[in-house]
């Protein structure tokens, strides 16, 4: 069903059940009829197996094999999901495989799937303590995509992943209209998903659930002549924009300097976001740093209190370990994301706390260590610090 105001082919708010990530925990309980009395929440249990293989870097295709199974689960009545169980008839419906079905009559019986056991036993390598002090000081991640643009899932599996991992915002950034291969949002639908998070930001203030919001934002396209990728009244409508390059990555240094510094002085640009459009491995093959003049660029984030993104991406870790060292020594504020573009991806951070662990970056120069309204006062006026 699409909510009002979509159009078509847009993506429309998930009305499935959703459980949170249980990172670890037990699945909460859901009743089905002919299933012992201790049984676990199937769709809960296949949701978090999907969620810690995007973490993994999995292939898509296995990810979504436990995505649309989890689908399909909710969509079932209990009971006949529960019979169906018994009965052995799972894979006779569409979606559905053998290891899926095996995951789902475990599950019912009230065990671990043994899927879940063995990822849940390998998936964590402890951090250090100074990452994990970073990690721990973050509030939120301001940089996620979701299936409005070239994400994977939802607006509200994606806001619902964040706050079970301890968020108190995340910032919803899918791609401006010029990058249409992500399926880049026109004024028009960007306007309709300001509605729909204004919705879901509803939900969440009467759930009776940790304090948690979506902040309306984008992450938009700096254009060839360094100006951005979307109407100006409609960037100052939304509390934070990522600004970032996706096209033209091998112009020559002394034209990319003078485009970058154009967008970072925008007066809508919050953050600068992958500055140098590295690959450094993964399915896309890998990208060398574009060429800009770092020590300019940088003191104009700090000229103008743009905060430098450290990605969080595997196959990106951008900025290099050089030049965010080169950004700390000229002052530049700095935020941790993730660019998730699913929500096991959401889980990524450290590898942007570790990289400023050892570049010695300020806790305090980190964005997203701060709170929801002190975020929200600097993006609307560089100017200012938290108390």
Not at 104 to 116: D, H
Not at 136 to 165: V, Y
Not at 247 to 271: G, I, Q, Y
Request: charged share 25%.
């Amino acid at each position: 069903m699409l909510l009002d105001g979509h159009g078509p082919g847009e993506p429309s708010r998930s009305t499935a059940s959703f459980s949170c990530v249980q990172l670890g925990t037990s699945a909460p309980t859901r009743r089905y009829r002919g299933a012992v009395a201790d049984s676990r929440d199937p769709a809960a249990d296949l949701r978090q197996i999907a969620y810690l293989l995007e973490r993994a870097r999995e292939p898509t295709f296995r990810v979504k094999a436990f995505r649309s199974a989890a689908a399909l689960v909710d969509g079932l009545a209990p009971a006949e999901l529960a019979q169906r169980a018994g009965a052995g008839t799972l894979q006779q419906l569409a979606g559905i495989g053998k290891v899926t079905a095996l995951c789902i009559t475990e599950s019912l019986r009230g065990e671990e799937p043994v899927y879940l056991r063995r990822m849940l036993a390998t998936e964590d390598t402890p951090l250090d303590e100074s990452t994990a002090a970073i990690r721990n000081a973050l509030r939120g991640d301001l940089h996620t995509h979701s299936d409005w643009s070239d994400g994977g899932s939802p607006i509200e599996e994606m806001a619902l992943t964040a706050r079970g991992l301890g968020h108190e915002y995340v910032v919803l950034t899918d791609h401006s209209p010029r990058l249409t291969v992500a399926n880049g949002l026109s004024a028009d639908r960007l306007e309709r998903q300001l509605d729909v998070v204004a919705e879901l930001n509803e939900g969440f203030a009467a759930d009776g659930g940790p304090p948690f919001r979506i902040l309306t934002g984008i992450e938009v396209d700096i254009l060839d002549d360094g100006t951005l990728d979307q109407k100006p009244s409609l960037l100052a409508r939304l509390d934070l924009v990522v600004a970032s390059l996706h096209s033209k990555l091998r112009m020559p240094s002394a034209e990319m300097t003078p485009r970058m510094v154009a967008a970072v002085a925008n007066p809508h640009t919050d953050v600068l976001g992958h500055c140098t459009g590295r690959l450094i491995t993964g399915g896309r093959g890998t990208r060398p740093e574009s060429e800009f003049d770092a020590e300019i660029v940088f003191a104009a984030c700090e000229k103008f209190g743009v905060a430098v993104e450290i990605n969080s991406r595997p196959e990106r870790l951008d900025p290099p370990k050089r030049l965010l060292r080169l950004a700390i020594e000229a002052g530049c504020l700095t935020a941790v994301d993730t660019d998730a573009h699913a929500p096991g991806q959401l889980d990524w951070q450290p590898n942007g706390c570790e990289r400023a662990a050892r570049c010695g970056v300020p806790v305090t120069s980190i964005v997203n260590t701060w709170s929801a309204p002190d975020l929200l006062a600097w993006t609307a006026d560089h100017s200012v610090r938290p108390a």
